[in-house]
């Protein structure tokens, strides 16, 4: 989170393009300077400086571990045979001073690893206590009779455990700052001048997480110069729309002025996603509706297509009966006749007469035979066609099922490309937040002035517009910092200066 990033939300309230330009940037009340001034000199000097304390604080603090060390370890041991350790005063005054070490080495490594526990850094001060009094107690009178001996033997332990709790520390402000948990406490003047309103002030900060003092008051600044931008325009903060108060009533929850005017509109969306959602949901439930409708229908139309097969060959099987039995039948009266005719042959006439109806009845039974074999090859016929529509239905469904699975898979390419997109989008913001922050950390070990630090914000603007200052509007400028055209004319040109000079954020 940079510290830059808040005067202009004030700047960015959705009000009107006149009240936006009445707010005024924090950037505004720094007076111009007539010509930019080099100020490579003084970081050179203060660079200098930082590397030579740091040399001295790297040589020197083993130095005075090493001496503390060593002169505790001399104390404790005499004290130890004093107390009638024997040859374990030897290792006595290892296991305590060490110990303190092991004990803060732990803490280290848990914070590290992100999963602190508190006891070691108890017991190490526990050791911490132990250590100093024995040391204390190993001039050979009581505390109370030699406070001069006791404390020149306390101090020599104190240099050891000094050391070691600014290596620590140092470690812990490491970790911090990588997880982006950097704070800064509120300075003491402010607790003198006003302990009620920094009291309120130190107490969003904790609750809120924010993580510098510059950040918090830079808040609160733009907090009130947006109240009093609503006064100005509708007389009243009460008399104010809704959704222009959002900032007044959602600083008390940590919220910055951007982020409670955008509050609507990450609503809309939520609503709109929810709704789109439930449409979705709704379409796939009416798919799946119209998927079993589809699959119920075609499994009636098999049924009935096997019903009536089957009752076709019953009457097939039924006519051919039938005929058979028409034929015997036939057969078994032309035996008769002829049979009648050997024996009745007396009667000629009568026998030919005979005759004649047997074949007539013949030729009948012929006939109703052929009209059985045609409704035979009808009701085979439409047997065919049922099974033909059966056939072309169960095609119909494999092609519906594969339309379907299709429009699933697009569906699912789809949105995995939109995801990827989304993942993408987040990542380069991710990168551009890095190198926002890194080069903020760079600016606060320079100690710059809040205009030195808006030129340089503008350089990185220059560089993400495509290196060149004339690829970056001037519009662009005014409207990010809430400034006139002129003052972001004059903001672009010290940042080109800058960039001249060879200024190049890290990450970038």
Do not use: C
């Not at 090493?66 to 041991?77: E, T, V």
């Amino acid at each position: 989170m940079t510290i830059a990033a808040t005067p202009p939300t004030a700047a960015k309230a959705p009000i009107t393009p006149a009240t936006r330009q009445g707010i005024p940037d924090a950037h505004d009340r720094v007076p111009a300077a007539s010509a930019p001034v080099p100020a490579a000199p003084r970081r050179d000097r203060s660079e200098t400086t930082v590397r030579g304390v740091t040399v001295l604080a790297l040589v020197g603090g083993p130095i005075l571990a090493g001496i503390g060390f060593a002169g505790s370890y001399k104390a404790l041991q005499g004290l130890g045979k004093a107390k009638g350790f024997g040859d374990f005063s030897y290792v006595f005054p290892i296991g305590l001073d060490a110990g303190i070490i092991v004990l803060l080495a732990l803490d280290l490594l848990l914070i590290r690893r992100r999963t602190p526990w508190p006891v070691l850094r108890l017991l190490a001060h526990t050791f911490t206590v132990g250590t100093v009094v024995f040391n204390a107690a190993s001039g050979g009178k009581p505390i109370s009779e030699d406070l001069v001996g006791a404390g020149m033997h306390a101090v020599i332990p104190l240099m050891f455990i000094a050391s070691v709790e600014a290596g620590r520390r140092l470690v812990i402000r490491i970790t911090d700052m990588e997880d982006g948990r950097q704070t800064d406490g509120v300075p003491l003047h402010r607790w003198l001048l006003a302990p009620r309103p920094t009291f309120a002030l130190w107490r969003r900060m904790k609750l809120w997480d924010v993580p510098t003092y510059a950040e918090a008051i830079e808040r609160e600044q733009a907090l009130k110069v947006y109240r009093v931008m609503l006064e100005r325009r509708y007389g009243s903060v009460r008399k104010a729309p809704s959704d222009v108060r959002l900032p007044l009533t959602m600083a008390a929850y940590g919220l910055t002025i951007d982020e409670a005017l955008e509050l609507p509109r990450v609503e809309a969306e939520r609503e709109k996603a929810l709704e789109d959602a439930q449409k979705a949901a709704e379409a796939t439930a009416a798919e799946r509706e119209a998927d079993r409708a589809a699959g119920a229908q075609i499994a009636a139309l098999k049924r009935q297509g096997a019903v009536q097969a089957a009752q076709h060959e019953v009457n097939a099987a039924t006519g051919q009966a039938e005929t058979r039995a028409r034929a015997e039948l036939v057969a078994a009266e032309r035996a008769v006749t002829a049979e009648t005719e050997a024996i009745e042959s007396a009667s000629v006439a009568e026998a030919k007469a005979r005759e004649a109806a047997a074949e007539l009845a013949a030729a009948e039974a012929r006939q109703r035979a052929a009209g059985i074999d045609q409704a035979a090859a009808e009701t085979e016929r439409s047997a065919i066609e049922t099974r033909a529509r059966a056939a072309e239905a169960e095609a119909r469904e494999e092609d519906a099922k594969t339309a379907t699975e299709k429009a699933r898979a697009d569906r699912g390419e789809a949105e995995a490309r939109a995801a990827e997109a989304v993942l993408a989008a987040a990542e380069t913001r991710r990168r551009a937040a890095e190198i926002e922050r890194a080069a903020v950390e760079v600016e606060d070990v320079a100690r710059l002035s809040p205009k030195e630090r808006t030129h340089r914000k503008v350089a990185r603007m220059i560089l993400a517009a495509g290196g060149h200052p004339e690829h970056l509007p001037i519009n662009d400028v005014a409207e990010a910092f809430g400034v006139s055209v002129s003052t972001a004319s004059d903001y672009r040109a010290a940042a080109a200066v800058l960039l001249a000079q060879g200024y190049q954020p890290e990450g970038m």
